[in-house]
């Protein structure tokens, strides 16, 4: 093989000098090294997918600069028959990142205006740090009704495309809530790519389809006034007691909070940045608050038997150092206790309605010590859910499964972080309102390849074909 046709996945077999001379002098990285760094995410978090996907790499990585850049990569893509996963700040947990067939990664960070700031709006590039735009926005007296935990490193076409849930969910719903997401800006991947605007209900076409069915250049969504946040931790005797003052404070009208999380106090130990600021041994409540509510807050902890013992400003946080509370929450918890733990991993659980403590009691001896319980409080289409997101130790795959189906046999419904595929992990079945859209955007199957189990049965059908199998199988 020769230099020029050299494949970092072994699955490609181009002659890479000339796929080059194509892009124009857009940016490319090539060496092996940075190529292997690039194609992987945070699915190290399951010891299955680090077992399945830490040999999966891309062939090169293209880094284009403007949104013309990007319509190019694709177009040149397309001719040379290439697979193409598209990647922000790589904070996906389940491979969604991971170039499973070789080929190209467009690194579309470079793509990053803020280009509009309206009244209940803001439009901006995909490749926007999620980080940066939320401190423009406060600037302007503005924020994102949602965003993720890793927004420092996340992009907003990344959380878009593969995200869901995060912080302001309690208060403000999922992305997918109605309104949350205005307007997608996508472009497919053909002979001369196209853009298509997804707006309204619409946008669901494309969120959460983990870039299989094209590729968000520009995105509008719904902003919310900035409230004056305090990032607040509150401590309990055991599990049970915190969980039930977090059901007490999400169901409290008079407290508004954009985070609400309960963990096991088990975490603590790994928390080791607020050693001097609460108690160990005991269980946690991780909030934020409106300012004005902080006392009905105090009220309710006190009430279950809880202590208040962290309110801090923005301004506190920052000048004292610490991480902000959110850093204690969904999987930025998970992550803090993997990276001390090895041995640790995690799963994702829905529970039943109605929310009761007694569910909480019926389970934990049942997980024994394996489990870190930990739930997020939020609401969807105006009502309350809890979910759990618990650290677990891990022994066996037998054993991790044994798990899932006690949740499962208790009437909970887990989503899979161990799969790398969409349906085997989240959607439970095919999505064939997306697929039909990757046969319209994607007519040769480039982006993110293997990320989908059903697209290699419907591929030869034609998209309104592929439409008509919704509710007819899974």
């Given at each position: 093989m020769t230099e020029s046709s050299f494949s970092i996945s072994g699955k490609i077999k181009i002659n890479w000098q000339e796929f080059v001379a194509q892009l124009n002098g857009i940016r490319v990285m090539q060496k092996p090294a940075q190529v292997k760094k690039a194609s992987r995410d945070f699915f190290w978090y399951s010891p299955i997918l680090e077992q399945q996907l830490s040999d999966k790499f891309a062939d090169i990585v293209l880094q284009p600069q403007n949104q013309d850049e990007l319509s190019h990569c694709l177009k040149v893509a397309y001719q040379w028959d290439l697979p193409i996963v598209v990647r922000g700040g790589g904070t996906g947990n389940y491979g969604q990142a991971v170039p499973l067939e070789g080929g190209i990664i467009i690194d579309i960070t470079a793509i990053n205006q803020i280009l509009e700031i309206g009244d209940g709006f803001v439009t901006v590039e995909a490749g926007c740090n999620i980080e940066k735009l939320n401190q423009t926005l406060k600037n302007q007296g503005y924020e994102l009704p949602v965003f993720p935990s890793t927004?420092?490193?996340?992009?907003?076409?990344?959380?878009?495309?593969?995200?869901?849930?995060?912080?302001?969910?309690?208060?403000?719903?999922?992305?997918?809530?109605?309104?949350?997401?205005?307007?997608?800006?996508?472009?497919?991947?053909?002979?001369?790519?196209?853009?298509?605007?997804?707006?309204?209900?619409?946008?669901?076409?494309?969120?959460?389809?983990?870039?299989?069915?094209?590729?968000i250049s520009e995105v509008t969504l719904r902003t919310v006034p900035s409230r004056d946040w305090l990032n607040c931790i509150a401590t309990f005797d055991d599990y049970v007691t915190a969980y039930a003052a977090g059901l007490q404070v999400a169901k409290n009208a008079k407290i508004e909070c954009k985070l609400l999380s309960v963990l096991d106090a088990r975490y603590g130990n790994y928390f080791v940045t607020l050693e001097n600021h609460i108690q160990k041994g005991r269980a946690l409540m991780i909030t934020m608050v409106d300012a004005r509510e902080v006392a009905g807050l105090k009220k309710d902890v006190e009430a279950c038997g809880g202590v208040l013992e962290l309110i801090k400003t923005d301004a506190e946080i920052k000048a004292e150092k610490l991480p902000h509370v959110y850093e204690f929450s969904y999987n930025h918890c998970n992550l803090q206790v993997l990276k001390a733990d090895k041995a640790m991993t995690y799963l994702q659980v829905s529970f039943p309605q109605p929310l009761t403590v007694d569910k909480v009691k019926e389970l934990q001896p049942l997980l024994k010590k394996e489990v870190f319980q930990h739930h997020e409080f939020a609401t969807i289409n105006g009502e309350l859910i809890a979910f759990d997101v618990p650290a677990v130790r891990y022994t066996t795959e037998k054993r991790l499964y044994e798990i899932i189906d006690i949740y499962e046999q208790h009437g909970c419904s887990v989503a899979d972080p161990h799969k790398y595929q969409i349906e085997a992990g989240h959607m439970h079945k095919a999505n064939f309102i997306h697929l039909a859209w990757k046969k319209r955007l994607d007519p040769k199957g480039l982006l993110n390849p293997g990320k989908s189990m059903a697209w290699e049965r419907v591929s030869h059908l034609s998209a309104d074909e592929i439409e008509k199998l919704t509710g007819l199988e899974g």
């Open positions: 927004q420092n490193i996340a992009t907003i076409g990344g959380f878009i495309a593969g995200g869901s849930a995060g912080i302001g969910t309690m208060n403000n719903g999922p992305l997918r809530e109605k309104g949350n997401i205005i307007r997608l800006k996508v472009l497919s991947v053909e002979a001369e790519p196209k853009t298509h605007n997804f707006c309204g209900d619409d946008t669901l076409l494309v969120h959460h389809a983990w870039g299989i069915n094209g590729v």
